[in-house]
């Protein structure tokens, strides 16, 4: 088998017919939005509770890879204040936000773009680089929304195998060719927890030729000890877009904020691919509060670095296999994902299945605190105890 493989293009064969709206209209949709099936988030709390017939606090909610702790509390005070003024528009430019960002990592302010979540950062650069020519890179079990948003824009979606659930750079550079514009490297990725490590990716930037702008997703760069340095291609001007968010480590994903750190040229053309006002003004007062919060960052590595360990070690002494994480989730082969995800849902605790990745046979868990994680692995066993 050659080391990366083509997926089909994402082009519908036909117009689906199932939708229950009249053809006429649907015929007059775009037609990659016919056959798109739409992300699917981790099941809400509220929405279990109200199923099962329990209060919200009785729910253990570890299927979105959210902080356990909540959100920074100088980040609540923050968003508090900024209420006062919800009656005005807030800075479209992001002012206070990005300047703070860049001061952090010793970059400018015309580096920095914001996103109403770093998921919108990922839009973006597909609005301005994709079209139907395109083609887009990625690895077998990236985060989905990459593929999301290549069959959005009718671009060529290259999915390259990744043994061990590692990227293998070296393959999906070899993949690239003269329609190749976006390449995504989640690390650590999602679902996988796995990172690649800095000599991989210094050789993968040697290969990079200038008509493609590699994507670094860094959604979970604050959990690992020693992340990979990329900032460093970004202050060489290369094409290269690092994407953070205040949805993981911050505990902020309810205000749906996140950044994209890339050269004045990327970052210029991002900027113009936006809406005018997309960050809104409580979350720009709450991310630059948790920015700043370096004690509850803290505070969060080591609840989850102890999770981690806590959770690895008892599926190891169960004999059950997981994929070594970097991140704030661990990916556990249960067999059967999607009884084992209906099973512990009905005891109140919400996981996620993996069968959208292709992985019927695993499920996702976030790490929770000591008391969650720990009633994570009770349903768990009671559930496995029970097929
Ligand atoms: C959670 C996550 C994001 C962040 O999404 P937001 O839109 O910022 O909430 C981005 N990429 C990956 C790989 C993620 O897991």
Redesign the pocket.
Known sequence: MPAWHLTEAIVPASFPTSAPFPMSLESHANRFICDLVAYEPGKPIEETARELGLKPEQIVKVAS?ENPLGPSPLAVKAIEKAAKDAHIYPDGGGYMLRQAIADKYALSMDHVVLGN????IIELLCHTFLNRDAELIAAEHA?V?YKLMATLFGAKYIEVADPDFIHDLEGMADAITDNTRLVFI?NP??PTGTMVDQQSIDRFMERLPDHVVAVF?E??HEFPDNPPDVLKYVREGRNVCV?R?F??IHGL?AL?I?YGLAPAHLAGLLQKARQPFNTNALAQAGALAALADEQHIQQTRRVNQQGLGYLCEALTQRGIEWVPSFANFLLIKCGHGDDVFKNMLKQGVIVRAMSGYKLPDWIRVSIGTPEENKRVLEVFDAVLADR
């Not at 979540?117 to 919108?120: A, F, H, I």
């Open positions: 890879n979540g770093s998921n919108e985060f929304v989640a990725n999602n997703d959604a979970y994407l968010t949805s993981k994903a749906r996140g």
